[in-house]
């Protein structure tokens, strides 16, 4: 027999497809697998009552395929995702008559699914911090003209005289400071905003990169979260637009 440990180590390939591991598992004696071929061994073998190594035999535990992937109600893995109930199935629970109704995407299409939703919603919310902050630039600058404004009023000399001791806030005519401030806080709105967005954008990324079994429901709970509709607060801030696209 070939040395599993050669082919490990230099060429990695699933002793159950003969091909590259693709998500590779390691069963308790270290025997690597893709997840998805162990997974459909795993299906047959226990049906037949225990988990063997199918290379060596060994038992090992349902839990090296990862937490998530089995159903412990059922003791299968996991086939489909349910979009609606938001929650893995295995084919047991899908004979249940609550998904009866439902048409469940296997879970590798769900995944895949997820993963293109996911970078088109972290696509449109980049284009959106953009326009904020070109906006903030906009109020930047308009917050500039206003202070160079409110320093032409500091340097009217009597009043530098008559007020000198008492700050120099206190000579800016009151509609310049109410416009100066009213500015600021448009600026910190937006700063925040495009704050708020970017660890959305952030989220959305690493989950659509590490997506798994694991994690469609967060994936469908940051889909949701991330709704325009949901964000309408701080996109509120940008320019009047048409209505935002999905
Ligand atoms: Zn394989
Ligand atoms: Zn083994
Ligand atoms: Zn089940
Ligand atoms: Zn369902």
Redesign the pocket.
């Given at each position: 027999m070939v040395s599993l440990q050669e082919d490990r180590q230099e060429e990695a390939v699933c002793p159950i497809c003969q091909e590259h591991l693709k998500e590779a598992v390691s069963t308790d004696c270290k025997h690597l697998f893709c997840r998805v071929c162990l997974a459909q061994h795993m299906e047959k073998a226990l049906a037949s009552g225990a988990l063997c190594c199918p290379l060596c035999r060994k038992p090992y535990s349902e839990r090296v395929l990862g937490e998530g992937y089995i159903c412990h109600k059922h003791q299968k893995r996991f086939q489909r995702f349910?979009?609606?109930?938001k929650c893995l199935?295995c084919v047991e629970c899908l004979e249940s008559p609550?998904?009866q109704s439902?048409s469940?995407p296997t879970i590798e299409n769900a995944i895949s699914h997820y993963k293109e939703r996911l970078t088109r919603r972290f696509r449109k919310l980049r284009k959106d911090i953009g326009e904020l902050q070109r906006l903030k630039a906009q109020e930047e600058e308009k917050l500039q003209a206003l202070q160079v404004d409110c320093g032409n009023h500091k340097l009217e000399p009597e009043l530098v005289s008559q007020h000198q001791n008492k700050g120099q806030l206190d000579i800016i005519p009151q509609q310049q400071l109410e416009d100066t401030s009213a500015e600021e806080a448009r600026i910190l709105e937006l700063s925040k905003a495009i704050a708020q967005i970017s660890l959305l954008v952030a989220d959305l990324e690493s989950t659509a990169k590490e997506l798994d079994a694991n994690t469609l429901t967060t994936a469908s709970d940051l889909l949701k979260r991330t709704t325009p509709k949901n964000l309408d607060e701080l996109l509120s801030l940008l320019a009047p637009a048409g209505p935002v696209a999905n």
């Open positions: 349910c979009e609606k109930s199935l609550e998904h439902h469940e």
